[in-house]
């Protein structure tokens, strides 16, 4: 099946760094992948739609400044964390699709973001 | 806003019984609807999925959900549960309205089966 690897799996830092998450699309090219933030016992919530070669997407109240998307090919998605702050420390999950919109997602194991 | 309701938060079995977790969803016109399954220490993997046809889907590892249009429900179920069904379910729901392209998720429902 479909594998999506993100990288890295958890990230300790301290507050005011930079922090960068990759997400991988192993066997399978993906024009669009997904970002999301899950907070503890909460719902998984979608931050950004990127799609290969263009600016991402943010959804509402997601700052763009803060969380910077790049997705420059089709099998790597990168999220980064600008300026780390401890209300920044979450699980962030990535997911690609394969194909058209109607295709689901295949999603990363995620990254347990801890900033001190 | 588009949301999808999980109203079991912590379910509790024992194996060979029956499980039902219930999904609603918030908004009218066409949907496309998945149940994923987060095995411990795993990531999200795609049960079932609904688009179109056949209201009953049947999914991986014995589990089914139908769609009820009227409802705006989603219900997953399995006839009989194993110790291996332990894990987090999240229903999700992308929608028409939004050129589906996003996936709004529930908050999800623990299942702990006991052997």
């Known amino acids: 099946g479909a594998v999506v690897s993100q990288h890295p799996s958890r990230v300790i830092c301290k507050s005011g760094t930079s922090v960068k998450i990759e997400c991988r699309s192993l066997?399978?090219?993906?024009?669009?992948m997904f970002w999301y933030r899950q907070f503890p016992k909460q719902s998984l919530m979608l931050m950004a739609t990127s799609n290969e070669g263009s600016k991402a997407t943010y959804e509402q109240g997601v700052e763009k400044d803060k969380f910077l998307i790049n997705h420059a090919s089709l099998t790597l998605s990168t999220l980064t964390v600008t300026s780390a702050h401890p209300e920044d420390s979450s699980f962030y999950i990535c997911?690609?699709?394969?194909?058209?919109?109607?295709?689901?997602?295949?999603f990363g194991d995620g990254t347990r973001l801890s900033i001190l | 806003a588009q949301s999808v309701s999980q109203h079991n938060h912590h379910v509790i079995l024992s194996e060979a019984a029956s499980l039902e977790l219930g999904c609603n969803y918030s908004?009218?016109?066409?949907?496309?609807l998945f149940w994923y399954v987060q095995y411990p220490g795993q990531h999200l993997q795609l049960l079932l999925k609904y688009f179109s046809g056949d209201p009953l889907v049947k999914g991986i590892k014995g589990f089914e959900a139908e769609f009820i249009k009227s409802k705006f429900s989603f219900n997953l179920r399995k006839p009989s549960v194993q110790w291996s069904d332990t894990a987090e379910y999240f229903c999700?729901?992308?929608?028409?309205?939004?050129?589906?392209?996003?996936?709004?998720f529930g908050t999800g429902t623990r299942l702990l089966v006991s052997p």
């Open positions: 999700a729901v992308n929608a028409r309205v939004t050129g589906f392209q996003k996936l709004v």
């Open positions: 908004y009218g016109g066409t949907v496309n």
């Open positions: 997911s690609a699709r394969d194909g058209d919109r109607n295709q689901p997602q295949h």
């Open positions: 066997d399978f090219q993906a024009t669009t």
